[in-house]
């Protein structure tokens, strides 16, 4: 990751990725302790039981992309065929982290 970079100038998001929103909610929550009910109230109960089971799906994504060093080490004595499974494996993680942004290549868009 190229660092924590705002994604277009003047928005607030810092980062992309589970770090980053996990930064924007504690600050978030540092500000105005009292913000959790009124969300509760505005989208509802299932909705937020729901968004949060897809913020800890990414943090165990994150968890996972961060361990694939381990994983890649082992590849080199499987068969062909498991090297595949363990490679779509690790890029299912990079891209369910969120990992998978490119500060470099957006600035390449521009």
């Not at 277009?8 to 929103?21: D, V, Y």
């Not at 929550?29 to 505005?42: E, G, M, N, R, W």
């Not at 498991?82 to 957006?106: L, N």
């Amino acid at each position: 990751m190229g660092g924590a970079r705002p994604l277009n100038p003047g928005t607030s998001i810092a980062e992309p990725g589970f770090g980053g929103l996990l930064k924007s909610l504690s600050s978030a929550f540092v500000a105005d302790p009292l913000f959790t009910p009124s969300i509760i109230k505005h989208v509802g109960v299932p909705a937020l039981v729901n968004w949060i089971g897809h913020v800890t799906m990414m943090g165990i994504f994150t968890g996972l992309d961060i361990a694939v060093a381990l994983v890649r080490e082992k590849l080199d004595g499987m068969a062909e065929r498991d090297k595949f499974v363990w490679r779509r494996r690790m890029e299912s993680w990079k891209y369910g982290s969120g990992m998978d942004f490119d500060f470099d290549a957006e600035e390449s868009l521009k």
